[in-house]
């Protein structure tokens, strides 16, 4: 309990340390939200008063004449009150503007997550106990060379090949817009098909964690419990799975936790190539119409997903890991 206590207020330090961040750094980009979209209304052919100026800066919580320490305290308000303003660029509650892309970006990302260190953990453990055969090279040369391309050349690539070129898949969309959202297999099919390209690209950058699957596994293989097992006529196939690749895991969650981030991060450019209805199209209109309210939302997302994450690998490590346990104890 005292181990979870003090993990929880670690996150909480570093949860408020976000939210400072997540208010001074968009109002430190060039550009006024307030100003760009009184540009698209003259554009368009409408008035603009005072009261209409004063209106707008109460209602997306930006003004020029209220300092910004009155302003953060505002917003740290509005933020546990769940008032997190409204978008600039879709004119709608940010919550609900977020809530529907979230739903999508949970889907893709827990996919992954789900797919990509499934394969990874079980090649790892394979190529570790065939280290040094032909099956070892192919599979770890591979998992680099793909891992090492670069996310955009990786999606854009992918996207080129199989959906604009050869058509065997959808170009954008989460699901076929001819379909409403219901529990039918024709839309979950819908759902899954769209979903392909993105996952596919996604699982293919994240295979370098093969290799340190791999590389934890082999250190695993030296030691003398695994002697033992060998020495007492244990099974390979037990020797391989409960003896060596249940301690092997462990470092994988500390670097899954770790690569949380750079998850998102990824998922947010692949969603941009794709045009794939998620957080990371969100966040990208959001930047081009300078949405502080959007992004700022979008952010205090994203921080508490990956807080959360690490959280949970905290509590799995906890667990799993009965060194740990017995540390913390003592």
């Not at 529990?183 to 370098?208: C, K, Q, R, T």
């Not at 390979?236 to 799975?241: E, Y």
Request: avoid cysteine.
């Amino acid at each position: 309990m005292k181990f979870i206590l003090s993990r929880l207020g670690f996150y909480f330090l570093a949860f408020l340390g976000a939210i400072t961040i997540n208010f001074f750094l968009p109002r430190l980009m060039p550009g006024d939200p307030i100003q760009s979209f009184l540009g698209r209304l003259a554009q368009s052919g409408g008035q603009i008063t005072p009261e209409m100026v004063a209106a707008l800066e109460m209602l997306y919580g930006y003004s020029t004449s209220v300092p910004l320490i009155e302003q953060f305290f505002h917003y740290l308000q509005n933020i546990l009150t769940g008032e997190w303003g409204t978008s600039t660029r879709f004119y709608q509650p940010v919550f609900d503007v977020l809530g529907r892309g979230m739903l999508w970006t949970l889907l893709l990302v827990g996919s992954y997550i789900l797919v990509s260190y499934t394969i990874t953990t079980l090649l790892g453990i394979y190529v570790a106990w065939k280290r040094g055969t032909w099956i070892d090279s192919v599979i770890t040369v591979s998992s680099v060379v793909v891992s090492s391309i670069p996310t955009v050349v990786m999606a854009l690539l992918i996207y080129f090949v199989f959906a604009s070129d050869l058509g065997w898949f959808p170009t954008g969309y989460a699901y076929d817009p001819k379909l409403d959202p219901a529990l039918s297999w024709e839309f979950i099919s819908s759902v899954l098909y769209h979903l392909a390209l993105p996952l596919f690209s996604m699982v293919l950058l994240g295979m370098g964690g093969v290799m340190g699957m791999r590389s934890n596994m082999i250190n695993q293989l030296g030691e003398d419990f695994i002697v033992m097992g060998w020495a007492k006529g244990v099974k390979d196939r037990k020797v391989m799975l409960q003896y060596g690749a249940r301690n092997a895991i462990l470092p994988m969650i500390t670097s899954f936790a770790m690569s949380i981030g750079s998850i998102f991060a990824g998922s947010l450019i692949i969603e941009i190539i794709f045009n794939y209805p998620g957080l990371g199209q969100v966040m990208f209109q959001a930047m081009l119409s300078r949405d502080y309210p959007l992004i700022q939302g979008y952010l205090l997302i994203m921080t508490f997903m990956v807080l959360s994450a690490n959280f949970i690998a905290d509590l799995l490590m906890f667990i799993l890991d009965p060194r740990l346990r017995s540390e913390l104890e003592a």
